[in-house]
């Protein structure tokens, strides 16, 4: 699976938005890009994926570069809760001998009140 | 009820003891994971299954076995405790069609002295 880069760690104000960046420039045309993000003392927990076309749910929006080599995850108005571990992943839906998520070190989002 | 179930939460046991770490799910997903996670890194696969017959290493499989004793139930195994295998351990799981998100339980402490 193609390698992400995600800055270390990101502080954002309570109500305010906030964007989350993730490199991917070795991106091939089969990966999906997806966000999972960690709470403290918690699993993983899904947020959000992709492949080519800007996707929105109830908890965020992410937005992909035209040419797939970067993405960003938008939360649009964070609160203290949103205050975790991000990881932005990339899954090959042809890799079929895993369909487990690699995991690389995340960008920690501080939320201050 | 969460739909993920990880026990126990919490062991701490000495060097050479053999552990069981057990997953149940009521999410119906045929594949389960494990995967173990250091202080400060992202989370790392260890095995995982996508049914009661079929068991795959993952990345860092060495000192480790699984069992899936049914569709629900993916227990994880350390024959021999070493410390270095102190770590979170967090089972998921996932449906089979198409790229759909992993499920995250909620986790296992475990300290080996």
């Known amino acids: 699976d193609a390698k992400t880069t995600q800055p270390n760690s990101m502080e954002s104000n309570e109500e305010e938005p906030v964007h989350l960046p993730c490199n991917h420039s070795t991106i091939s045309g089969t990966d999906y890009i997806h966000w999972y993000r960690q709470l403290p003392s918690q699993g993983p927990e899904y947020v959000i994926h992709g492949l080519t076309s800007n996707v929105n749910n109830r908890m965020a929006s992410l937005a992909i570069a035209e040419d797939r080599k970067s993405s960003t995850l938008i939360l649009h108005r964070a609160t203290l809760r949103d205050a975790a571990v991000y990881y932005c992943i990339l899954r090959d839906l042809n890799n079929q001998a895993g369909t487990a998520l690699i995991f690389g070190k995340g960008t920690t989002l501080s939320v201050s009140s | 009820d969460a739909d993920v179930t990880q026990t126990p939460r919490n062991r701490i046991t000495k060097t050479g003891k053999r552990i069981m770490l057990e997953c149940s799910q009521t999410?119906?997903?045929?594949?389960m994971y494990w995967y173990r996670q250091d202080p400060g890194l992202g989370l790392r696969l260890i095995y995982y299954s996508f049914d009661v017959k079929d068991i795959n290493k993952g990345e860092i499989s060495d000192g480790y076995s699984v069992s899936r004793q049914a569709q629900a139930k993916f227990s994880l195994s350390l024959e021999s405790a070493i410390p270095n295998q102190t770590a979170l351990y967090f089972c998921a799981t996932r449906d089979f069609a198409g790229d759909n998100e992993q499920f995250f339980g909620p986790g296992t402490r475990l300290t080996v002295l």
């Open positions: 999410k119906g997903h045929d594949r």
